[in-house]
């Protein structure tokens, strides 16, 4: 009998553009310029915690409850969230999905997200609202990498499921959509123009 080949244990990884970005990027920036010069605590965070750039993770991480342009975008994106969702076949009862955290990252040249992953979380992902041409990109983590001790090297690894990591490239009115157990990273940003990206989390939570 023929060896028969399984191809298991799929991690979804959605991307996608949102439509008319342009009008919403420039409302976007807008206000992150705003946000960025109010935002004390967060410019202390970021010294900290964000060499070289800043974001509102530490101080103001509920951005769509709070500006109406960052609220247009947790709409706008809300579709392509709960079509990542459906395509996971969760059994979700009477649980819905809601955006809990929205904030701003601005990384400056060098500036850099090291490996992590969001906790307490199912869902999160990341939108750009400028990039730098040739940005670097959200580089995501082949989820069993910290099992495969002597696992050899693939030989010609060109296919995107073959790759220990995949990398998603940054460009203006762009998201990914990934479960949020799994790690990612941003390498330095090699730009003297600032890489900026909005990045949130969903929660399943109950109707009332
Ligand atoms: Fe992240």
């Given at each position: 009998m023929k060896l028969k080949i399984n191809n298991l244990f799929p991690t979804l990884i959605g991307t996608g553009s949102l439509s008319k970005f342009h009008t919403l990027n420039a409302r976007l920036m807008k206000d992150i310029l705003n946000i960025f010069q109010q935002d004390k605590m967060g410019q202390k965070w970021s010294k900290e915690n964000y060499i070289g750039g800043y974001t509102s993770?530490?101080?103001?991480?509920?951005l769509h409850f709070r500006y109406p342009s960052f609220s247009t975008f947790e709409e706008e994106l809300k579709p392509h969230a709960e079509a990542f969702k459906k395509a996971q076949?969760?059994?979700?009862?009477d649980l819905e999905l809601r955006m809990t955290h929205l904030w701003v990252n601005i990384m400056h040249e060098h500036t850099y997200h090291a490996l992590h992953l969001h906790p307490h979380s199912v869902i999160s992902g990341t939108y750009y609202v400028q990039t730098p041409p040739q940005s670097v990109p959200l580089k995501i983590e082949d989820p069993r990498m910290s099992f495969y001790m002597n696992a050899p090297l693939r030989e010609n690894p060109t296919k995107a499921s073959d790759k220990l990591y995949y990398e998603v490239q940054a460009k203006a009115g762009d998201f990914v959509l990934f479960e949020s157990w799994v790690r990612h990273e941003v390498p330095?940003?090699?730009?003297?123009?600032a890489r900026i990206s909005l990045s949130f989390n969903y929660s399943l939570e109950s109707e009332d």
């Open positions: 993770y530490g101080s103001i991480s509920d076949g969760w059994n979700l009862k330095p940003n090699q730009s003297k123009k």
